[in-house]
């Protein structure tokens, strides 16, 4: 192979010039194994692929910017988050998911490159594993006590789980999401659930879905609504959920483990509770003829009203105003949609706020679809399945254990006598 074919090879003064160390902590990076040096053809020092050098470089300068506003900053090219919008990889993430099925949106969050038609397909083993787990539940267990379960027996039939390359990740991803679903009890079922040797359905994601959260037959807006919910929640920047599974992926956890964390994050009733809240209080709006009532309870007690308000937009919530925009088509939704509005201009009063967030138009649509209260955690989870696949991915590209904070010691100081 002649030089203009090899890669491009720099020397140790050169790659410590890059990453603005000595050349000794250049030497201390290839021992933990963050850079590789290869002998020069005369033996008399070690040279470094370029590329590699200002990979880490890029890495490094990225890990030592300052925290913003006093808060730690990670790093990503995922999402962008503005006062009124928010994109994924630099497109408009409403106008993506209007246009693009919730797969071919996952493909782009993860790869940059939008696959037509993409299709997600259980893996016999895997889905048999799932389902038998989720039947083996109390009746009374709920969509994420039954997804964290479907996680980890999907988890030990794929051998490839540790391989933490970004081919191997990606297809567990393309498993797990569809294993996820079709392990899900159908909505028309005995609680039991599908029996676990039936073969993996086919089809958009968003069609198999709508057969576990309502009995009712599906329609075209209705599915078109359900789709363009998955596409729109598939990730949020660095929500608490998100957080945790990239501090699992930086101990190297696999992918099934990465998203086991977030959904043990999003269990909590501060995250993933949210939508099932939204989805009652709508309920108890329609039932009383109006939202005064509802809302003069709620700030009575001292609580916010549920799905209204979101810290990170000025205005309405952008996923609520692209899915509520899409339920206008939604056969049975007008009631629905109604009294959303009417919740939200009761809070606001003249007051210029709170706007309408994504689980009040969550709300809308189960409610309107004949779906649960709790269908919003599982529609919630499924979609941002992909975001965290997409975070780990950015994750294993880092320096490992990087998110390992010092504790701030405020106990007795030592040394105590024994108790």
Same mark, same amino acid.
């Given at each position: 192979?002649?030089?203009?074919?090899?890669?491009?090879?720099?020397?140790?003064?050169?790659?410590?010039?890059?990453?603005?160390?000595?050349?000794?902590?250049v030497?201390?990076?290839?021992?933990?194994?963050?850079?590789?040096?290869?002998?020069?053809?005369?033996?008399?020092?070690?040279?470094?692929?370029?590329?590699?050098v200002e990979?880490?470089?890029?890495?490094t300068?990225?890990?030592?910017?300052?925290?913003?506003?006093?808060?730690?900053v990670? $790093?990503?090219?995922?999402?962008l988050?503005?006062?009124?919008?928010?994109?994924?990889? %630099?497109?408009d993430?409403?106008?993506?998911?209007?246009?693009?099925?919730?797969?071919?949106?996952?493909?782009?969050l993860?790869?940059?490159?939008?696959?037509?038609?993409?299709?997600?397909?259980?893996?016999?083993?895997?889905?048999?594993?799932?389902?038998?787990?989720?039947?083996?539940?109390?009746e009374?267990?709920g969509p994420?006590?039954?997804?964290?379960v479907?996680?980890?027996?999907?988890?030990?039939?794929?051998?490839?789980?540790?391989?933490?390359?970004?081919?191997?990740?990606?297809?567990?991803?393309?498993?797990?999401?569809p294993?996820?679903?079709?392990?899900?009890?159908?909505?028309?079922?005995?609680?039991?659930?599908?029996?676990?040797?039936?073969p993996?359905?086919e089809?958009?994601?968003?069609?198999?879905?709508w057969?576990?959260?309502?009995?009712?037959?599906?329609?075209?807006? %209705?599915?078109?609504?359900?789709?363009?919910?998955?596409?729109?929640?598939?990730?949020?920047?660095?929500?608490?959920?998100?957080?945790?599974?990239r501090v699992?992926?930086?101990?190297?956890?696999?992918?099934?483990?990465?998203?086991s964390?977030?959904?043990?994050?999003?269990?909590?009733?501060?995250?993933?509770?949210?939508g099932?809240?939204?989805h009652?209080?709508?309920?108890?709006?329609?039932?009383?003829?109006?939202a005064?009532?509802?809302?003069?309870?709620?700030? $009575?007690?001292?609580?916010?009203?549920?799905?209204?308000?979101?810290?990170?937009?000025?205005a309405?919530?952008?996923?609520?105003?692209?899915?509520?925009?899409?339920?206008?088509d939604?056969?049975?939704?007008?009631?629905?949609?109604?009294?959303?509005?009417?919740?939200?201009?009761?809070?606001?009063?003249?007051? %210029?706020?709170?706007?309408?967030?994504?689980?009040?138009?969550?709300?809308?649509?189960?409610?309107?679809?004949?779906?649960?209260?709790?269908?919003?955690e599982?529609?919630?989870?499924?979609?941002?399945?992909a975001?965290?696949?997409?975070?780990?991915?950015?994750?294993?590209q880092?320096?490992?254990?990087?998110?390992?904070?010092?504790?701030?010691?405020?106990?007795?100081?030592?040394p105590?006598?024994?108790?």
């Amino acid at each position: 192979m002649n030089e203009a074919q090899d890669e491009r090879r720099i020397s140790t003064r050169e790659a410590a010039r890059l990453l603005g160390v000595k050349p000794a902590t250049v030497y201390a990076y290839v021992s933990r194994g963050q850079l590789t040096s290869r002998r020069d053809a005369v033996g008399r020092g070690s040279t470094f692929d370029a590329a590699e050098v200002e990979a880490l470089a890029r890495r490094t300068r990225r890990e030592a910017a300052p925290p913003v506003g006093g808060e730690p900053v990670v $790093r990503t090219s995922l999402t962008l988050i503005e006062p009124d919008r928010y994109w994924f990889r %630099g497109v408009d993430a409403c106008e993506l998911a209007a246009r693009h099925s919730y797969e071919e949106v996952a493909e782009w969050l993860w790869t940059g490159a939008l696959r037509r038609n993409a299709r997600f397909t259980a893996p016999p083993d895997a889905l048999c594993a799932a389902r038998r787990a989720v039947a083996a539940l109390p009746e009374h267990s709920g969509p994420l006590d039954r997804l964290r379960v479907a996680t980890a027996a999907a988890a030990v039939t794929d051998p490839l789980r540790f391989d933490l390359s970004e081919e191997a990740v990606l297809g567990s991803a393309r498993h797990l999401i569809p294993t996820l679903v079709d392990a899900l009890p159908p909505a028309a079922a005995e609680p039991t659930g599908p029996a676990a040797e039936e073969p993996a359905p086919e089809g958009p994601l968003a069609a198999r879905l709508w057969t576990r959260l309502t009995a009712r037959e599906p329609d075209p807006a %209705g599915l078109a609504a359900l789709d363009l919910a998955l596409a729109l929640l598939i990730d949020h920047d660095l929500a608490a959920s998100t957080l945790a599974v990239r501090v699992a992926a930086s101990a190297r956890a696999h992918p099934y483990a990465a998203v086991s964390a977030g959904l043990g994050v999003l269990e909590g009733p501060l995250h993933g509770a949210a939508g099932r809240l939204a989805h009652r209080t709508l309920a108890e709006v329609l039932e009383r003829g109006g939202a005064a009532p509802v809302v003069a309870e709620h700030l $009575r007690a001292g609580r916010p009203v549920p799905g209204l308000g979101h810290r990170l937009y000025a205005a309405e919530d952008p996923r609520a105003t692209a899915l509520l925009a899409r339920l206008e088509d939604v056969p049975g939704a007008a009631l629905a949609l109604a009294a959303a509005r009417e919740l939200a201009a009761t809070t606001a009063a003249g007051r %210029g706020g709170p706007h309408a967030n994504v689980d009040l138009a969550l709300a809308v649509l189960t409610l309107s679809t004949g779906m649960p209260a709790e269908a919003g955690e599982t529609v919630f989870a499924v979609a941002r399945t992909a975001g965290w696949i997409a975070h780990a991915l950015e994750e294993y590209q880092e320096r490992p254990l990087r998110m390992r904070p010092t504790g701030h010691y405020e106990g007795p100081r030592p040394p105590r006598p024994l108790p």
